[in-house]
């Protein structure tokens, strides 16, 4: 049943409620906008219209008290003048509803894209960066209402930790810009766009011949208590391969008679990662369990070594070396031959980088002999000082 009447807020307050079911109120000001009274109390403003195919509909603005007499009246006309331009509010409210939240749009994204397309270990390092940092700022917020200041805010959240809240940001521009191709945002409006990155200081450490002296002594200490732990850390050390690809290397990726590592997949695709004596004579004189293929195996019956980090962080701080990372290991074996004068192009072929860039930040330890040329000269002008003859210098005549 219904009435209608000039709704105000004492009409509203002074209208007792029905005993049973609900008792509906429209407005004599502005057609289809009413009260909704039902019989446990609750008073909420409505809004009914007919849509383009002549359906009725009816949205819910909102509880009394919440919104006033005169702000509802005003929703309610914004909703109608929203039906004269054809529009469906009671349509887009479903819509709103159903819309998936940033939780779902996640699951959507490493189901259908990152699953199916990524690596192994950078599909855990998104599954981390979610679980971590966007699912528990984000997770319930529907993916559409998104926006460049949710983004920025969190952003800025993180600070203290500026490489991940790149790879944050990285992630979820990805995910926006997929959401836009699955029509889930309109085209055009990822809000991660114009988001400076906090600067990333590139970390460069690598042995000098003093440290890698005291490392190999703790090795050979170690090895007695976790031979395959310290087999994994001088396959990194004389491979230059990433912690992975030695994780995961099976006796049939070694050929010795080529001296290489036969990988079918590694970060960059299948590869061969050449091999020195020295590393195959380590892999020659390795153990090989019965029935596991790993180089590298763990305690698991046919598995390998997983939670390397734990035993490392140990066997640095006996070496003296408390801020020394596996992958610095890497650095270390790019770092020598960069110093013996390998070029970049065959230490980037190497190392299996796709990019010659990666590779040219080991350039400034191939300077030779432009080193070699400041002792000559700071040794002589050391020599003058000193009041000592300098040695003399003798040019090479053609012949």
Known sequence: MGRRVKLTKRMVEGTAAPKSGELNLWDSEAPGFGLRVRAGGSRVYVVE????????????????GRLTVEQARERARQALAAVGRGEDPAEARLEERSAPTVAELA???????????KKPVSIAADERILRLYVLPALGRRRAAAIGLKEIADL????????????????LLSKMFGLAERWGLRP???????GIDRFPERRRERFLSAAELERLGAVLDDEESEDSFVVLAIRLLLLSGARRDEVLAL????????????????????AKLIPLGPAALVVLSGAPRLEGNPYVIPGRRIGGRLVGLQRPWVRIRERAGLPDLRLHDLRHTFA??????GLGLPVLGAILGHRNQATTAR???LADDPRQAGAARISGEI????????????????KS
């Not at 219209?49 to 009394?64: A, C, D, I, M, W």
């Open 107 to 117: 699951t959507r994204y490493l189901t259908q894209h990152a699953r199916p397309k």
């Open 49 to 64: 219209y007919r849509n383009r195919e002549q359906r009725k509909r009816r949205v819910t603005l909102g509880p009394h």
């Open 382 to 397: 050391a020599a003058a000082l000193n009041g000592r003859p300098a040695a003399e210098v003798i040019a090479f005549k």
């Open 187 to 193: 085209p055009g409006a990822n809000p991660c766009r």
């Open 155 to 170: 952003h800025h959240a993180m600070r203290d930790k500026p490489v991940q809240a790149n790879r944050m940001l990285a």
């Open 335 to 340: 770092s020598f031959g960069a110093a013996a």
């Open 362 to 364: 080991y350039a400034h």
């Open 250 to 269: 099976r006796w049939s990726e070694v050929n010795f008679d080529r001296a290489c590592l036969s990988l079918p997949d590694s970060k960059t695709g």
